[in-house]
């Protein structure tokens, strides 16, 4: 597989991602928690990695650092996920209180705390509304973080095997 296919491919799958979640939204009625927000951002963040990293065509060394960045882009995605999935596997007595929305806490918390707050969850990132193959929003989203990932490092490694 050419390199730069393989980036444009990682991005479309992040587009894809992102038009189903507001295709959930927008049209199912499943607003999203804040969790699922900030995925959203880990997905968009990942998809850019991908874009630039298409227009650019890197070489050996630019390939290792969209590796990089789109590794971390997908670690942040996959610690999101894997927090979101555990909530939702927790005892109905064990999930914490719902909290503020995002916009208050963006408006009325410093970053720091409103970060907390977000990544501490709530009750509503608990809920598990819509499922697919046995799998929630967030089950999903941490297999995807995972796979792609995975692919741009692969991506990397295929480039540096072309090049040497």
């Given at each position: 597989m050419n390199t730069r296919h393989g980036y444009i491919a990682g991005a479309a799958?992040?587009?894809a991602l992102l038009a189903f979640g507001l295709y959930l939204q927008h049209v199912d009625g499943q607003e999203p928690c804040p969790l699922c927000i900030f995925q959203r951002v880990a997905f968009i963040a990942l998809g850019a990695v991908f874009l630039v990293a298409a227009i650019h065509g890197p070489g050996?060394?630019?390939a290792i650092v969209y590796a990089v960045l789109g590794g971390l882009c997908a670690?942040?995605?996959t610690g999101l996920a894997a927090r979101h999935v555990w909530l939702q596997s927790l005892p109905a007595d064990q999930v914490p209180a719902c909290g503020p929305g995002?916009?208050?806490m963006l408006e009325q918390f410093p970053l720091?705390?409103?970060l907390e707050s977000v990544l501490s969850g709530s009750g509503e990132c608990a809920e598990a509304d819509w499922r697919f193959?046995?799998?929630?929003?967030?089950g999903w989203s941490l297999l995807w973080f995972v796979a792609l990932g995975v692919f741009v490092i692969w991506l990397a490694w295929q480039r540096r095997r072309q090049a040497g």
């Amino acid at each position: 597989m050419n390199t730069r296919h393989g980036y444009i491919a990682g991005a479309a799958v992040c587009a894809a991602l992102l038009a189903f979640g507001l295709y959930l939204q927008h049209v199912d009625g499943q607003e999203p928690c804040p969790l699922c927000i900030f995925q959203r951002v880990a997905f968009i963040a990942l998809g850019a990695v991908f874009l630039v990293a298409a227009i650019h065509g890197p070489g050996r060394t630019g390939a290792i650092v969209y590796a990089v960045l789109g590794g971390l882009c997908a670690a942040a995605g996959t610690g999101l996920a894997a927090r979101h999935v555990w909530l939702q596997s927790l005892p109905a007595d064990q999930v914490p209180a719902c909290g503020p929305g995002l916009a208050y806490m963006l408006e009325q918390f410093p970053l720091m705390r409103m970060l907390e707050s977000v990544l501490s969850g709530s009750g509503e990132c608990a809920e598990a509304d819509w499922r697919f193959l046995g799998l929630t929003i967030a089950g999903w989203s941490l297999l995807w973080f995972v796979a792609l990932g995975v692919f741009v490092i692969w991506l990397a490694w295929q480039r540096r095997r072309q090049a040497g």
